[in-house]
């Protein structure tokens, strides 16, 4: 059984920076993609941002792309989202995911993601 616990979450003002951590638990960590998805109030949960198992291949969202950066360190079996330049659309629970597989050729779904932690909150005030 996969533990995902993601912590890093807080209130920022519009501008500023965050970096949100997804420790994880498990021994298949380094051989899997890994991902981070978000939920803001009254919509549907969005894909942020993937990362390859090796880290040599990541994707991002239109709206995050040059501002969040994803990373890992399989070492830790830790997965970071380093966030610039909030903004209040930005304001959503923030969950990481571990994916069915390893390498990554496409955007994936979040029905590529078989572990999901319980999330963290992000606030962003204009």
């Known amino acids: 059984q996969v533990e995902l616990v993601e912590s890093g979450g807080g209130l920022v003002q519009a501008g500023g920076s965050l970096r949100l951590s997804c420790a994880a638990s498990?021994?298949?960590?380094?051989?899997?993609?890994m991902g981070w998805f978000r939920q803001a109030p009254g919509k549907e949960r969005e894909f942020v941002a993937a990362?390859?198992?090796?880290?040599?291949?990541?994707y991002y969202a239109n709206s995050v792309k040059g501002r969040f950066t994803i990373s890992r360190d399989n070492a830790k079996n830790t997965v970071y989202l380093q966030m610039n330049n909030l903004k209040p659309e930005d304001t959503a629970v923030y969950y990481c995911?571990?994916?069915?597989?390893?390498?990554?050729?496409?955007?994936?779904?979040?029905?590529?993601?078989?572990?999901w932690g319980q999330g963290t909150q992000v606030t962003v005030s204009s």
């Open positions: 498990g021994r298949t960590f380094s051989s899997k993609a």
């Open positions: 990362i390859s198992w090796s880290g040599g291949v990541t």
């Open positions: 995911a571990k994916a069915r597989f390893g390498p990554l050729m496409r955007i994936p779904t979040s029905g590529d993601f078989g572990s």
